[in-house]
């Protein structure tokens, strides 16, 4: 389905500042540009762009807009563009990346920046098989609660713990938007 055509659906008669979680997942973008999401999504709090189509092999543009909480790009061919993530949602706490092409764990480095991440999930990415995967990236990401849904003791994230509630967004900080202003991520084909 065409993006546009996918955020005018998931309105269902709601105003853009109503929305505070949209999925987007498997939807085609023109070019690459996620059309359709504005600034007048001001209480965006979740959003899930999990395996998008492009229609062209350019780079991915997610435009203006509001996000607090979780990212989710899982299995979007992402192999790098990590700095830019970090750069346009720095208060970003929860990110999904899994079934995407980082290969190494310098790859994630940009992801340092990010001093409000407390999880990251990377499963079925090349990373993940790389020796000491786990303690190297929680030795380059000490801000890190939860990597792939475990603590570094290898204990399970509770709900309550690692994950975001119901709405999308961590209930121990509800403050601070964050703009998404032309997030770019650099796929491989």
């Keep these: 389905m065409d993006m546009k055509k996918r955020i005018h659906l998931e309105l269902r008669n709601r105003t853009p500042s109503d929305v505070r979680e949209l999925v987007l997942d498997n939807c085609r973008s023109n070019e690459g540009k996620i059309e359709g999401l504005t600034a007048e999504f001001v209480n965006l709090e979740f959003l899930s762009l999990i395996n998008v189509k492009k229609k062209k092999k350019k780079k991915n543009y997610v435009s203006p807009s509001y996000l607090r909480g979780l990212?989710?790009?899982?299995?979007?061919?992402?192999?790098?563009?990590?700095?830019?993530?970090?750069?346009?949602?720095?208060?970003?706490?929860?990110?999904?990346?899994?079934?995407?092409?980082?290969?190494?764990?310098?790859?994630?480095?940009?992801?340092?920046?990010?001093?409000?991440?407390?999880?990251?999930?990377?499963?079925?990415?090349?990373?993940?098989?790389?020796?000491?995967?786990?303690?190297?990236?929680?030795?380059?990401?000490?801000?890190?609660?939860?990597?792939d849904g475990y603590d570094m003791e290898d204990r399970e994230a509770s709900d309550s713990d690692g994950e975001v509630d119901g709405d999308g967004v961590d209930d121990e900080d509800d403050e601070g938007k964050t703009c998404l202003v032309c997030l770019f991520v650099s796929p491989v084909y």
């Design 71 to 147: 990212l989710e790009l899982s299995d979007n061919r992402i192999s790098g563009g990590l700095d830019v993530l970090a750069e346009k949602l720095p208060n970003l706490t929860h990110l999904n990346l899994s079934g995407n092409k980082l290969k190494d764990i310098s790859t994630l480095e940009p992801l340092k920046k990010l001093d409000n991440l407390k999880s990251l999930d990377l499963f079925n990415c090349e990373v993940t098989n790389l020796n000491d995967y786990r303690e190297s990236v929680f030795k380059l990401l000490p801000q890190l609660t939860y990597l």
